[in-house]
């Protein structure tokens, strides 16, 4: 999917500024490495139950009638008087965030001196996740940016790529990716934000129970028969995003399936913004 590029100058700044505070983080892992949810202070808002979803993380416009749910890139503005969802990259760099290799070359993994990136995201770099130290270190980059989400007024945010280290060779487990996607839980609640398990449904009970992740964001669950893997675990707090070139029939079939998630709408794959070439937008 589409992701916004943060800047050369704002991810410089936020590494400059969080690996001063990350050392007042606690990292969530034992000594056998099993995660657990943090203890939070502060109630996360509640996820809109059946709610109508937009997904613009490829530009924001003004939503359709009927849609109560927007998602958006966490560079963008909420959408006034609509739950809203800021996107955060929370396992690998932004497209071409390359501060990351020029200020802390150590929090990327590499392969054989290699900088390892996302083969289908070339251009994103895999967050080391596998030390308490490292953790803690990317939580001084990311936690300011899901502060700037609660900050902007958002509702909720979505963290991507926990799945990160089946792409790793081998250097990440899935306990290194949970012990951040703790600290990240913790962040968002404790800035009163829900917080939202993105696609690696296979991980659901674990992400929910362990972790403690609020809702889930599915993409393409119709197309690969996986949607019941979150239904199963959040109920109705899932938001599904089907895409124009790829459905399992028709998007009226989607729909009328019912283990399709009440929340799901139909984009195009790039997520244009309303009125430009190529924009699809339908929903459940």
């Given at each position: ?35 657990h949810a ?107 940016i899901i ?92 938001v599904d ?44």
């Amino acid at each position: 999917m589409r992701r916004a590029v943060f800047t050369s100058v704002a991810l410089a700044a936020l590494l400059a500024t969080g690996l001063a505070a990350c050392g007042t983080t606690t990292d969530p892992v034992d000594d056998l490495g099993a995660t657990h949810a943090p203890d939070v202070t502060a109630e996360a808002s509640a996820f809109p139950v059946g709610a109508g979803v937009d997904y613009q993380l490829g530009g924001s416009y003004p939503p359709a009638e009927g849609v109560d749910i927007v998602a958006r890139d966490s560079t963008e503005a909420p959408a006034d008087g609509l739950w809203s969802i800021c996107y955060v990259n929370g396992f690998q760099s932004q497209p071409g965030a390359d501060e990351w290799l020029a200020d802390r070359p150590e929090l990327v993994v590499h392969v054989d001196g290699v900088p390892l990136v996302d083969p289908n995201w070339p251009d994103e770099f895999v967050l080391d996740t596998s030390t308490p130290a490292d953790r803690l270190a990317i939580m001084g980059v990311i936690g300011p940016i899901i502060d700037g989400c609660a900050d902007a007024g958002f509702d909720a945010v979505e963290i991507d790529n926990l799945d990160s280290f089946t792409r790793s060779a081998d250097q990440l487990t899935v306990a290194d990716n949970f012990a951040l996607a703790a600290l990240y839980v913790e962040r968002a609640h404790d800035r009163g934000l829900a917080i939202g398990q993105k696609n690696a449904a296979e991980l659901s009970p674990e992400a929910h129970d362990e972790v403690g992740f609020d809702f889930a964001v599915a993409e393409e669950c119709h197309r690969f028969a996986e949607c019941a893997s979150y239904t199963d675990v959040y109920g109705d707090a899932v938001v599904d995003i089907e895409y124009d070139d790829d459905l399992r029939g028709t998007f009226a079939d989607v729909c009328a399936d019912p283990a399709t998630p009440r929340s799901t709408v139909l984009r195009d794959r790039d997520l244009v913004p309303a009125g430009e070439p190529g924009y699809v937008f339908e929903r459940c």
